[in-house]
């Protein structure tokens, strides 16, 4: 009989397993890591990773750098209740307890500069990366690697772990967390396209997960949400069938990635949002429904562009920072529409 997707999914994952295992066996204790400004999928990998070491009756640290108020209300919240049953630590906190035997654990990236330990990987004696974006050159240098090509989240993978280790967690908001988390990365649950995240959502909800409490996470808030509309109120279609709208009004990475997920519903391909951060950056993020891959976009943009075929991101720095943020913004459109002419976004 054909293996199925899924199939071949849950066998990668099962077969890294014995690596898994060995290398929280043999370490002194674990730290586990995610990508700055964490999001459900983030939270929601790093909860399910703790569950796996307590299994293994080892330390787990779970490392958030992140400055709170950079933090959507519902993301904290998540934070909070983790706290609640695992050990979450700062930075500095990894500098005290940290020893010459220690296992690294990033989930839901791969990308070096992506995190709070950024510089720090040499650190430690072994690195595994659990993640579902595509690799670059500034992947994380190491052996081991759960980054399956066909998965739709991190929270997917996790779930699979979970069961595959028989891994049942007493607080069914666990499971909450981890449907969310899938949510994230699939346009909040409405744009499901591989059996295996069918698979992972509908066993997560025989578990436990609270749909209810999944669509309140989800809810907006009115005022960033225009935030997000008024970017798309600029926006202009390139090439036909490229959405592009750049602005330099100030919004969070949140508010510029959901615009983009927004322009999809439009007739094109793909679409790219960008608009100004806090910090004065640009941030970039783009959409796909396939034929183009944004992942390709984005790297041509910008060294530190990088995701998938279907999204991907990327911050523009300006090394001249004596222009006007109305000039900025012009100039980053028209370098995205050099890119968007290049004509060599379909190769994969
Ligand atoms: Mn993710």
Redesign the pocket.
Known sequence: MKKTQADILKQEINDFRSILTEKITNCNQVFLISHNIP?F??IA?LGAASLICKKHKKASYIIINDDYKDLSEEVIDMIEKVKEKFIVITLDDYKQTRTDNDLLITV?VNQGFRTALDGKYKLFKDIIII???NESDSTIKTKNKLIPKTVS???EIMYFLLNQYKIKSSDPRYYTFLLA?IY??NDQGKNIKLQSTYDAASGLSKKGADQSEVERLFSLDYASDRRSQNLLDVALPVNINVMVSVSSDVCSEEEISRASDYALNYKCDASIVAAKLEDGTFKVSARSKGHISVANIMSALCENGGGDMFKAACKYKFVDDNISDLDKANILKEEIIKVLSYGKLNKN
């Open positions: 999001d999928d983030s990998s839901d993640d579902h974006h989240s991190c929270s988390g994230v990365d």
